[in-house]
């Protein structure tokens, strides 16, 4: 039948399906794909992706539709086949034809274009092959094209759906990240009347505080209505683990993902509910890290940016940008280059940034100190501050030496900084009603089991004192929930820092070690059921491994993290240190992994492996093998600090077993140092 002929219903339906199969690759599979495989740039959540992708998908499909159908007879015809090719030559450029342009970045100004006129001449004559394609159908099979457009527009979509199904559960952890940030709104704001802070100093352990203590003999009177708790024993060894439990009650123990853990952390009920429920203005300034999704409706300074005004517009326009850059032609790809700075684009300006104390003091003198406000009868605030961490660049009086200062030095000026905030509630008439708690997220000997933690209670301005007090900072949340209820024996341990004082010598108490490298990265449980908390006295009950200690087959194309999450931890047998929760050390002159596959593709030579490199630690010469042959050899430079570890596995050197042993030398180190600080790992086919 001739197309004249064709009545508005078979022109709508055979126009629908390369609509469809158009918006499919485009507007649904091009954004999708790239947020899983890109997640790790990504600051919102694949959730806030899908509002704008729904919206363009369905207007984009159904703008489509019309202008394929509306017209009749050639230039129906000519319409649907050139959109047939442009749609195959977008899902052949997408999935089977990109390069990494040597950057990889999406930064026109780093690509040189001039480079590539041998690759872009090959990749036009694909996108001509493409476009072309169809047509030749037409001509070819004049009664029978139709059917065999749609066919292949049906046999492609379903591989898309399929391929997009795939990403999607083997990426399903990282897709419930929240769009959340930290910001510094309402830091030096408190109440009138009623006002809790809690400062936490990273890595302030008591035996730090002694010796200030003794260089400052006169911090007993400065410190009055304090109680210095003796006998604290913290949560975890590392902010990892230790500030979680600190803010929420529960534990880390590797048994699951970190992502997946302080999501459920949050969803729990805790203090902070209590506290909202109270009508108390509470605000955490500590790192993004240790907030799940339901710390956005609990903690008044984190914020959903992608529910923001405006917030959909940008998400929508920067993924379709990167996906227009991914999908198109070489020759037209820099109309669309862009920073993934961009990404970033609707930030707040007012994000915290943790460790930056010398400006967290700044800006509070910038205000003039607190503000006190009647918008809330009672407020919390919990600054996470830096502490006796490395590296020291704070002096005596909270300004910054880039030069660096000593650990004494540090020490000063963040009670420096306490001190001026106490002046501050003093001279204002607030400090009698104010609670305040000064403690630190963990130790900085032995296991760091034994922090420092000082607590003044409302109305409490006697003398300082002490108390060997059985207390754990596990004990924070109810001490918190104290502050509003009498209610708080569900929360956390159910009980105070005051209620601990009347507890029994032989209270029991729990101590998590975050200890162990390479696949035997471990938390350890430890128990005392004395007043005695040195590491010799506490007592191993339990080791919670990563993924329960199994080494799953590893799934070609899913990207492994060194950081929180540690699911490459398992494959790393030698070289490879304990991570922080912000990336894994190489710290070895050799460092091994072994990776078994799940399966390997028939007819594939190469499989593509990328490490994503956070620091470079010594600039030397790197030889990688892959079960005995050489893959890569360079030097570690900030280069492959920018654009990563890249290189092929031939599959001929993969076994039987279908493992791959990936070896790490640095020729040039005579002992093992810290080298490289990797984030990621992915092996994926080209």
Same mark, same amino acid.
């Given at each position: 039948?001739?197309?004249?002929?064709?009545?508005?219903?078979?022109?709508?339906?055979?126009?629908?399906?390369? =609509?469809? +199969?158009?918006?499919?690759?485009?507007?649904?599979?091009?954004?999708?794909? *790239? /947020?899983? !495989?890109? %997640?790790?740039?990504?600051?919102?959540s694949f959730r806030s992706l899908l509002l704008p992708v729904t919206v363009v998908?369905?207007?984009?499909?159904?703008?489509?539709?019309?202008?394929?159908?509306?017209?009749?007879?050639?230039?129906?015809?000519?319409?649907?086949?050139?959109?047939?090719?442009?749609?195959?030559?977008?899902?052949?450029?997408?999935?089977?034809?990109?390069?990494?342009?040597?950057?990889?970045?999406?930064?026109?100004?780093?690509?040189?274009?001039?480079?590539?006129?041998?690759?872009?001449?090959?990749?036009?004559?694909?996108?001509?092959?493409?476009?072309?394609?169809?047509?030749?159908?037409?001509?070819?099979?004049?009664?029978?094209?139709?059917?065999?457009?749609?066919?292949? =527009?049906? +046999?492609?979509?379903?591989?898309?759906?399929?391929?997009?199904?795939?990403? *999607? /559960?083997? !990426?399903? %952890?990282?897709?419930?990240?929240?769009?959340?940030?930290?910001?510094?709104?309402?830091?030096?704001?408190?109440?009138?009347?009623?006002?809790?802070?809690?400062?936490?100093?990273?890595?302030?352990?008591?035996?730090?505080?002694?010796?200030?203590?003794?260089?400052?003999?006169?911090?007993?009177?400065?410190?009055?209505?304090?109680?210095?708790?003796?006998?604290?024993?913290?949560?975890?060894?590392?902010?990892?683990?230790?500030?979680?439990?600190?803010?929420?009650?529960?534990?880390?123990?590797?048994?699951?993902?970190?992502?997946?853990?302080?999501?459920?952390?949050?969803?729990?009920?805790?203090?902070?509910?209590?506290?909202?429920?109270?009508?108390?203005?509470?605000?955490?300034?500590?790192?993004?890290?240790?907030?799940?999704?339901?710390?956005?409706?609990?903690?008044?300074?984190?914020?959903?940016?992608?529910?923001?005004?405006?917030?959909?517009?940008?998400?929508?326009?920067?993924?379709?940008?990167?996906?227009?850059?991914?999908?198109?032609?070489?020759?037209?790809?820099?109309?669309?280059?862009?920073?993934?700075?961009?990404?970033?684009?609707?930030?707040?300006?007012s994000t915290y940034n943790p460790g930056s104390d010398d400006q967290f003091y700044?800006?509070?003198?910038?205000?003039?100190?607190?503000?006190?406000?009647?918008?809330?009868?009672?407020?919390?605030?919990?600054?996470?501050?830096?502490?006796?961490?490395?590296?020291?660049?704070?002096?005596?009086?909270?300004?910054?030496?880039?030069?660096?200062?000593?650990?004494?030095?540090?020490?000063?000026?963040?009670?420096?900084?306490?001190?001026?905030?106490?002046?501050?509630?003093?001279?204002?008439?607030?400090?009698?009603?104010?609670?305040?708690?000064?403690?630190?997220?963990?130790?900085?000997?032995?296991?760091?089991?034994?922090?420092?933690?000082?607590?003044?209670?409302?109305?409490?301005?006697?003398?300082?004192?002490?108390?060997?007090?059985?207390?754990?900072?596990?004990?924070?949340?109810?001490?918190?929930?104290?502050?509003?209820?009498?209610?708080?024996?569900?929360?956390?341990?159910?009980?105070?820092?005051?209620?601990?004082?009347?507890?029994?010598?032989?209270?029991?108490?729990?101590?998590?070690?975050?200890?162990?490298?390479?696949?035997?990265?471990?938390?350890?449980?430890?128990?005392?059921?004395?007043?005695?908390?040195?590491?010799?006295?506490?007592?191993?009950?339990?080791?919670?491994?990563?993924?329960?200690?199994?080494?799953?087959?590893?799934?070609?194309?899913?990207?492994?993290?060194?950081?929180?999450?540690?699911?490459?931890?398992?494959?790393?047998?030698?070289?490879?240190?304990?991570?922080?929760?912000?990336?894994?050390?190489?710290?070895?002159?050799?460092?091994?992994?072994?990776?078994?596959?799940?399966?390997?593709?028939?007819?594939?030579?190469?499989?593509?492996?990328?490490?994503?490199?956070?620091?470079?630690?010594?600039?030397?010469?790197?030889?990688?093998?892959?079960?005995?042959?050489?893959?890569?050899?360079?030097?570690?430079?900030?280069?492959?600090?920018?654009?990563?570890?890249?290189?092929?596995?031939?599959?001929?050197?993969?076994?039987?077993d279908k493992t791959v042993t990936l070896t790490f030398r640095f020729p040039e180190?005579?002992?093992?140092?810290?080298?490289?600080?990797?984030?990621?790992?992915?092996?994926?086919?080209?």
């Amino acid at each position: 039948m001739e197309d004249k002929h064709l009545s508005i219903k078979h022109r709508f339906a055979f126009g629908a399906m390369i =609509a469809g +199969f158009f918006a499919m690759t485009l507007l649904v599979y091009g954004p999708l794909s *790239l /947020y899983v !495989n890109g %997640n790790d740039e990504m600051w919102f959540s694949f959730r806030s992706l899908l509002l704008p992708v729904t919206v363009v998908s369905l207007l984009g499909f159904a703008l489509m539709t019309g202008i394929l159908s509306l017209p009749k007879g050639g230039i129906h015809k000519l319409l649907c086949c050139l959109v047939f090719g442009v749609s195959l030559g977008l899902y052949i450029q997408c999935g089977f034809f990109n390069i990494s342009y040597g950057s990889g970045v999406l930064d026109g100004s780093q690509i040189a274009w001039k480079d590539y006129n041998t690759y872009g001449a090959i990749d036009s004559a694909m996108w001509a092959a493409c476009i072309a394609l169809p047509f030749a159908v037409y001509m070819v099979f004049k009664r029978s094209w139709r059917h065999i457009l749609m066919v292949a =527009a049906v +046999f492609i979509m379903l591989m898309q759906v399929g391929s997009l199904a795939v990403i *999607l /559960y083997q !990426n399903q %952890n990282s897709l419930n990240k929240l769009s959340h940030e930290v910001t510094i709104d309402g830091m030096y704001d408190l109440s009138r009347d009623d006002n809790t802070l809690v400062f936490v100093l990273g890595s302030m352990d008591k035996s730090y505080y002694d010796a200030y203590k003794q260089a400052h003999p006169e911090i007993e009177e400065q410190f009055r209505g304090f109680t210095e708790y003796t006998n604290a024993l913290g949560t975890g060894s590392d902010q990892l683990v230790s500030m979680p439990s600190m803010l929420t009650g529960e534990v880390y123990k590797k048994d699951t993902k970190y992502s997946k853990f302080i999501n459920n952390a949050w969803n729990t009920y805790n203090a902070y509910d209590v506290l909202d429920r109270a009508g108390v203005d509470t605000r955490i300034y500590a790192d993004d890290k240790y907030f799940g999704n339901a710390a956005v409706r609990k903690v008044e300074n984190i914020a959903d940016r992608a529910q923001d005004s405006g917030a959909y517009w940008v998400i929508g326009n920067t993924m379709y940008r990167y996906t227009m850059y991914n999908s198109v032609p070489h020759y037209l790809k820099r109309l669309f280059w862009m920073s993934l700075n961009e990404y970033s684009s609707f930030k707040s300006n007012s994000t915290y940034n943790p460790g930056s104390d010398d400006q967290f003091y700044a800006d509070y003198t910038a205000k003039g100190g607190f503000t006190y406000k009647g918008d809330y009868d009672a407020a919390v605030r919990i600054y996470d501050l830096k502490g006796a961490e490395r590296p020291y660049r704070l002096t005596a009086t909270a300004e910054k030496n880039t030069d660096g200062t000593t650990l004494e030095e540090q020490i000063e000026g963040e009670f420096y900084i306490i001190l001026q905030m106490l002046d501050d509630l003093r001279e204002n008439g607030k400090l009698e009603r104010a609670r305040i708690i000064i403690t630190a997220d963990n130790g900085d000997a032995e296991y760091n089991q034994k922090p420092l933690l000082l607590y003044k209670d409302k109305n409490s301005m006697g003398a300082y004192k002490t108390s060997s007090a059985p207390v754990s900072l596990f004990d924070l949340p109810a001490t918190l929930a104290s502050t509003v209820t009498t209610s708080y024996k569900d929360i956390g341990t159910g009980m105070s820092f005051r209620d601990a004082e009347s507890s029994p010598w032989n209270r029991r108490r729990f101590f998590y070690l975050n200890t162990g490298s390479n696949a035997e990265s471990r938390i350890e449980e430890y128990k005392t059921n004395s007043s005695a908390i040195g590491a010799d006295e506490l007592k191993l009950v339990n080791k919670y491994y990563i993924n329960g200690g199994k080494i799953d087959n590893y799934v070609l194309g899913t990207e492994l993290t060194f950081t929180e999450d540690e699911t490459a931890a398992v494959y790393c047998k030698s070289g490879f240190g304990h991570t922080n929760g912000w990336r894994t050390i190489i710290n070895a002159a050799e460092a091994t992994m072994e990776i078994p596959i799940e399966d390997i593709p028939e007819n594939l030579e190469d499989l593509h492996a990328y490490f994503s490199v956070l620091s470079i630690y010594r600039e030397t010469d790197c030889v990688i093998y892959a079960n005995d042959e050489e893959v890569y050899t360079g030097r570690l430079t900030s280069d492959v600090r920018t654009n990563g570890l890249n290189f092929l596995i031939p599959t001929d050197v993969i076994g039987r077993d279908k493992t791959v042993t990936l070896t790490f030398r640095f020729p040039e180190l005579e002992e093992d140092t810290e080298v490289i600080a990797l984030t990621s790992f992915k092996i994926y086919k080209q």
